[in-house]
């Protein structure tokens, strides 16, 4: 093989050992979790179908152990969650905070995005149900938006994930009996006023390209279309940032003769050792 070609079974070696699916580096508690969270900067909570991405699951050793600490982990504000990549449930360090808040948020207030025609009544009276009364559980949103009905259920929780990926409300919290539930608040509530501050300094294109740079480290090996469907942005815009990150070196294309189309890496290609043992 040349020296820009690798077999994608070295890309899942790499993966295995940063994503800690490999047992001998899996974790078993929220400290192994978050440990995971800041090494990449953000973390899906679950797998997607038909995409190799790090998640909490697969890094996770005990069965079903993982599944509280979206309520968790964010309750006691160690982290960000909220449903961003995908409308899935994404796990975000405070490091990588900001720069997710300036690619996918407006900086406006809600109630000026209303003013404006951003935001729609019922958009505008949760965030208004969530301002007047703290935080509330999604049981409550339903209760007080409208009568019990699948219609109306069926819309709380679509307007709950479009304000999330809007960074508009948070995850919060919220209870770990049964099926748990989220809390929900404000972002602007939620969040250090200092986190806040750093991501209304940070513009939009270049918030995507630290975002990019990143994932691209995370998954060892990628495309632009894959880029463009997980983050949900036009593969026109993807390819001048990804474009830009070749022309400085950043990233640089590879042959992997399983995937197809121009495959971007990092540069260089992470190495990690044969075993996989921890570092101490």
């Known amino acids: 093989m040349g020296p820009n070609e690798y077999r994608l079974t070295e890309i899942e070696r790499i993966r295995s050992h940063l994503w800690r699916t490999e047992p001998s580096r899996q974790i078993s508690d929220e400290r192994g979790a978050l440990r995971l969270i800041r090494e990449l900067g953000f973390v899906l909570l679950m797998p997607v179908a038909g995409a190799e991405l790090p998640n909490i699951h697969r890094a996770t050793a005990r069965e079903w152990s993982w599944w509280d600490w979206k309520q968790t982990l964010p309750g006691r504000r160690a982290c960000y969650y909220a449903h961003v990549l995908r409308s899935r449930g994404t796990f975000i360090s405070w490091h990588w905070f900001p720069f997710f808040s300036a690619a996918y948020g407006d900086g406006r207030s809600y109630q000026r995005l209303f003013r404006e025609g951003l935001l ?59 099926w748990s539930h989220h809390r929900w608040d404000l972002v602007e509530r939620w969040v250090r006023p200092d986190l806040l501050a750093q991501a209304s300094g940070i513009d939009r294109a270049g918030a995507r390209e630290k975002l990019i740079s990143q994932f691209i480290r ?8 894959d880029i463009a469907w997980l983050f949900g942005w036009l593969r026109g815009d993807v390819k001048q940032v990804t474009d830009r990150l070749l022309a400085e070196g950043v990233v640089r294309t590879v042959v992997v003769p ?5 495959v971007i890496a990092p540069n260089p290609l992470p190495r990690v050792s044969n075993d996989f043992r921890p570092k101490k």
């Open 120 to 178: 729609d009544r019922d958009e505008k009276r949760v965030l208004d149900m969530l301002e007047e009364n703290g935080p509330m559980m999604t049981s409550e949103v339903r209760v007080a938006f409208a009568s019990r009905s699948k219609q109306n259920t069926r819309r709380v929780k679509a307007i709950l994930v479009d304000l999330q990926r809007r960074f508009l409300i948070t995850a919060a919290g919220g209870d770990t009996e049964g």
């Open 218 to 225: 995370n998954v060892v090996a990628t495309t632009d279309a």
């Open 258 to 262: 399983e995937l197809e189309g121009e």
